[in-house]
């Protein structure tokens, strides 16, 4: 209860705080418009401001606040290195390119930076990596660091688990699993959802009705819980063989998926399948293969690529989730999900050292750093190719 | 209103047969399980009389529309079946009406936890992200709006364990403010029961408060160029009044499909989070029967989660029609 006394004091102080900022300008101004007509909430966001600016200087200097001083490190360190993208971005490249970069946002330039580099760690990872996913050490439970101090080793620089691998080699592994499974996913999911969207936008009639009314029944289950349900099948199916289970694990998300990517295919469709030129394109007796890829599809790139951006979180999201349940990707993969479920119980270890706690962490991050920086890069697409200015 | 009521009616069977629908896929989705229980609960060297009793224990024996039948009759009068892992004892032991528990026993309780975890979290969740929502589009294009919308992107972005874990470090284990495990046991009080369920609603706050916020922010903007916004602004009054007075009413039927929409969403939120707290509550329950393959609990846990996922968009789709007068007199 303390705490809830300790936030109510804080609040009346700052509020308080706020109406002496407003009048003290006032006074000090000579009444200037400025103060004057400033609402008392803006006074307020004023002073809550420089309290938290001041605040987060107080804490910077504690002993304790470890996570704290990386978490502030870490925010000033990517938004750097995204300035810097930027900047190269506005200076190298092409004409279309560098105008591109121009109009970025600073959020968005950080999302293209983080998802480059997830990208080559995918791709690469078999020869970035220094150790094999499975292999095992002797060292087990190393903390990360490479500080023998403090329980590290300088050749297992991000540490090992407990049964002793080693943590960095799994961690860029785990971008080539988790996030290529993702991918695949979203890549199959919108096969078929986009070929049956824009089917029944182009046909319509009884195939609309027959895919609209299935594709309604399959969305009233919610999508983990289906997942779920059917990943229960799926291991009764695979048996022992895990690799079955994983490509089972990519048909089913894939499936669920597609019903969402089915839905905006289909609407963005019915509104392209109405315009003059489709007309045109049926008198000159054009082929629905025709229609689809080379009429309706052009002019639904936008919206369908803002959807593959978020659709690509929620199955990257919804993979990870499975995995941290433990019926997602299997154990000799090295995968983020798995691994933030393996970790967990070191952040109980926080307060003796703040390392060990940083083991769940890292691969949590890992999935969480990658959805913000598509989710920044789609915000900005979608704020762009909408004209929208608020 | 003769009107509304048929609307309504309408949306109430239109729902139950979704439910019914639902339930067909479920049960076959469950029998495409290779092989059949009773192989499966006694495994490679179970003589076949032993497999033949239990699958007459279970009623296996019948063709799937009758056992369908049974199912969802069963259902209807709440009786949800016995769970498999339970089962398993009882032909054993002999007796004909099986000691194992039910899976109504074994639910009941749990339900009501998860729906106190929901509860709690939308009392806390939904008062915070509308009035956040409206702060935001009050002070639009502002160093609180941008802030407030990055942090919006990233809680919906992250995975509910990474926030589940950040929440524990900070709120538990750095601070020991609350606990980070929710052991809740029966005849607990409810100050301390409130106070273990207070670290999985936060986090289930943080996950569903961010779209919640954003569609508010966006709805109460979308209306601000209106001439009759325009007007009240003229008049002199202030832009809090315009926005709370003028601006929000209007704005309610799409601010109300999203909250229901979110709650909605925190039902499936839930699984992964009881997870993470050991919480006793159905999302765990679900999960640990999906492991075990234990069907009757998982086939009841499926329909529970698809009755409330349904409900609650039955629930949008009708309140968004009560709160707007031209969808309440269709034309």
Redesign the interface.
């Known amino acids: 209860m303390s705490v809830l006394v300790w936030i109510a004091a804080i609040l009346a102080a700052l509020l308080a705080g706020g109406w002496a900022f407003r009048f003290a300008g006032q006074t000090a101004t000579g009444n200037k418009p400025y103060f004057r007509d400033m609402p008392f909430a803006v006074a307020f966001g004023y002073v809550a401001a420089a309290a938290a600016i001041l605040g987060g200087l107080w804490l910077w200097f504690q002993p304790g606040a470890v996570f704290f001083r990386w978490a502030v490190q870490g925010f000033v360190i990517s938004a750097i290195a995204a300035f810097i993208f930027r900047l190269a971005g506005r200076h190298v490249g092409t004409e279309g390119t560098r105008k591109m970069f121009r109009q970025m946002p600073l959020t968005a330039a950080f999302g293209i930076l983080v998802i480059l580099i997830y990208a080559v760690l995918a791709i690469f990872a078999g020869v970035i990596a220094p150790y094999e996913q499975a292999q095992v050490f002797t060292g087990v439970n190393i903390l990360p660091g490479g500080d023998p101090a403090t329980g590290g080793d300088p050749a297992h620089p991000l540490g090992t688990d407990q049964i002793g691998r080693d943590l960095l080699t799994r961690l860029i592994y785990g971008a080539q699993n988790t996030v290529g499974i993702a991918f695949v996913t979203t890549c199959l999911a919108f096969l078929l959802g986009g070929t049956f969207g824009f089917l029944a936008a182009v046909i319509g009639g009884w195939l609309d009705n027959v895919l609209s009314r299935m594709v309604d029944v399959l969305m009233a289950i919610p999508s983990l819980i289906f997942a779920l349900l059917l990943m229960t099948i799926a291991s009764a199916w695979a048996g022992s063989q895990q690799w079955l289970l994983t490509i089972y694990m990519i048909l089913i998300i894939a499936v669920i998926d597609s019903t969402r990517v089915f839905r905006l295919a289909r609407a963005v469709g019915q509104n392209i399948v109405v315009m003059d030129y489709i007309e045109a394109a049926k008198l000159r007796g054009e082929g629905m293969s025709y229609l689809i890829f080379k009429e309706v599809l052009p002019n639904a790139t936008a919206p369908l690529l803002a959807e593959f951006g978020l659709r690509f979180c929620f199955v990257f999201l919804t993979i990870a989730a499975l995995s941290f349940l433990g019926v997602g990707i299997q154990p000799p993969l090295a995968d983020w999900g798995t691994m933030v479920r393996d970790l967990a119980q070191f952040i109980n270890f926080a307060q003796f050292s703040p390392l060990a706690a940083a083991l769940p962490l890292m691969a949590a991050g890992a999935i969480a750093l990658l959805t913000v920086a598509v989710n920044f890069v789609v915000d900005w697409m979608l704020h762009r190719s909408s004209g929208l200015k608020d | 209103m003769s009107s509304l009521l048929r609307i309504i009616a309408q949306r109430l069977l239109l729902g139950v047969l979704?439910?019914f629908?639902?339930s067909i896929?479920?049960f076959t989705?469950?029998n495409?399980?290779?092989g059949d229980f009773a192989q499966?609960i006694l495994g490679q060297s179970a003589t076949d009389e032993a497999v033949a009793a239990i699958r007459r224990d279970l009623g296996l024996d019948q063709p799937p529309i009758t056992r369908y039948w049974v199912w969802l009759t069963d259902t209807l009068s709440g009786d949800l079946g016995t769970s498999f892992a339970q089962a398993n004892f009882a032909s054993f032991t002999g007796s004909e009406t099986g000691g194992g528990t039910t899976v109504m026993a074994q639910i009941a309780p749990r339900f009501e936890n998860t729906l106190f975890l929901a509860g709690v979290t939308a009392l806390i969740a939904v008062p915070f992200a509308v009035g956040l929502g409206i702060?935001a589009a009050?002070?639009?294009?502002?160093?609180?709006d941008k802030g407030s919308n990055?942090f919006a992107?990233?809680s919906?972005?992250?995975?509910?364990?990474?926030v589940a874990?950040?929440l524990?470090?900070?709120l538990a284990?750095?601070n020991p403010?609350l606990p980070?495990l929710s052991n809740i046991y029966e005849g607990m009080g409810f100050g301390e029961r409130l106070q273990k369920t207070l670290l999985p609603a936060l986090t289930l706050t943080l996950v569903v408060t961010a779209h919640m916020m954003r569609m508010t922010r966006a709805a109460i903007?979308s209306l601000l160029a209106s001439p009759y916004i325009e007007m009240a602004r003229l008049k002199g009054m202030?832009?809090?009044r315009v926005i709370v007075h003028h601006a929000l009413p209007n704005a309610l039927a799409p601010i109300i499909n999203v909250v229901a929409l979110n709650l909605?969403?925190l039902?499936?939120g839930v699984?992964?989070v009881e997870?993470?707290f050991v919480y006793p509550g159905i999302g765990q329950l679900?999960?640990d029967s999906?492991?075990i393959?234990d069907?009757p609990v998982?086939q009841a846990?499926?329909l529970i989660?698809?009755a409330a996922?349904?409900l609650l968009?039955l629930m949008a789709d009708i309140l968004s029609i009560l709160s707007n007068p031209r969808l309440r007199h269709p034309k």
């Open positions: 979704t439910l629908i639902v896929i479920i989705a469950v495409m399980l290779p499966a702060l009050l002070f639009r294009n502002s160093a609180f990055m992107l990233t919906i972005s992250s995975p509910e364990f990474f874990y950040i524990i470090l900070f284990v750095l403010i980070s903007i202030k832009p809090m909605a969403y039902i499936t699984v992964v997870v993470v679900f999960v999906v492991k393959r069907i998982v846990c499926c989660f698809a996922y349904i968009n």
